[in-house]
């Protein structure tokens, strides 16, 4: 419940006027189950093997950087440039 608090990074001269320090890892990581395994030995899609790992809880890229956004570490524009490079 409550509201969500999302940050706006402002930059200035020393940061290039992104608005941030240092770096942080956002990634994706694919675990290959057994499920997901029979479904590349049955040359699955990219898609449908996507929604496997998803089931099987794998936080997409997207989701990564949301929950960075949402705890403050970084903002949803810098997790969408982050998100269209990868």
């Known amino acids: 419940g409550g509201p969500v608090r999302l940050w706006r990074s402002e930059g200035c001269g020393a940061c290039g006027g992104r ?39 794998m936080r997409t890229l997207w989701r990564a950087g949301l929950a960075m956004a949402l705890a403050g570490e970084t903002t949803v524009d810098e997790v969408a440039r982050a998100a269209d490079e990868a």
């Open 19 to 57: 608005g941030f320090r240092g770096r942080r890892a956002l990634i994706e990581a694919m675990p290959v189950s057994d499920t997901i395994r029979e479904a590349i030995n049955h040359r699955a899609t990219a898609q449908e093997i996507e929604g496997l790992a998803i089931q099987d809880g």
